[in-house]
T-cell receptor
Framework: GEDVEQSLFLSVREGDSSVINCTYTDSSSTYLYWYKQEPGAGLQLLTYIFSNMDMKQDQRLTVLLNKKDKHLSLRIADTQTGDSAIYFCAEKDTDKLIFGTGTRLQVFP | KAGVTQTPRYLIKTRGQQVTLSCSPI?????VSWYQQTPGQGLQFLFE???????NKGNFPGRFSGRQFSNSRSEMNVSTLELGDSALYLC????????????FGQGTRLTVV
């Protein structure tokens, strides 16, 4: 079945790196995504990776994809208080997105 | 370039009523998808429209319906509202089928009392 799993919480100190993990089930997914949601807001597309790639870097963000293990991760370098939010991974199935449960990232000074 | 616009932002309705939510996609985008977000079920796909046609539908009852107009704007309708329909309804816009990037609006917060 379709199931995307994430850990619920992550707490990091400001300036450290954060790593948010996700496992997905559909090996035929073409794209995998990371979205950010701040309180009371919609979803902000942070980055995405095509399924034939292993890694993608975009400024402070690094996405790693392990297709064999169906594992996706998002690394945020030099985490700031403004990074505090819920992060969702998602896989693309045909033309719909299947989302994980979200990981709440808390950044403390 | 304007983003995805959803109206209204907040809505309070009574059980049994119906509601219509609106989504204007990014200019030039032809695909619009709708998602429901609740604390219990998370983010769930409702339906997707492309060129005024519903192409994909999630596992929701027939009380949930939608449509897309020739200018790509989309509406979703929920009839006979139930308390469990209280949620954040999010609309996503993309260039078309098969395109990678999907951008979301701020959502409509629906509260059913």
């Amino acid at each position: 079945g379709e199931d995307v799993e994430q850990s619920l919480f992550l707490s990091v100190r400001e300036g450290d790196s954060s790593v948010i993990n996700c496992t997905y089930t559909d090996s035929s997914s073409t794209y995998l995504y990371w979205y950010k949601q701040e309180p009371g807001a919609g979803l902000q597309l942070l980055t995405y990776i095509f399924s034939n790639m292993d890694m993608k870097q975009d400024q402070r963000l690094t996405v790693l994809l392990n297709k064999k293990d169906k594992h996706l991760s998002l690394r945020i370098a030099d985490t700031q208080t403004g990074d505090s939010a819920i992060y969702f991974c998602a896989e693309k199935d045909t033309d719909k997105l299947i989302f994980g449960t979200g990981t709440r990232l808390q950044v403390f000074p | 370039k304007a983003g995805v616009t959803q109206t209204p932002r907040y809505l309070i309705k009574t059980r049994g009523q119906q509601v219509t939510l609106s989504c204007s996609p990014i200019s030039g985008h032809r695909s619009v998808s709708w998602y429901q977000q609740t604390p219990g079920q998370g983010l769930q796909f409702l339906f997707e429209y492309f060129s005024e046609t519903q192409r994909n539908k999630g596992n929701f009852p027939g009380r949930f319906s939608g449509r897309q107009f020739s200018n790509s704007r989309s509406e979703m309708n929920v009839s006979t509202l139930e308390l469990g329909d209280s949620a954040l309804y999010l609309c996503a816009s993309s260039l078309g089928r098969g395109w990678a990037e999907a951008f979301f609006g701020q959502g409509t917060r629906l509260t059913v009392v």
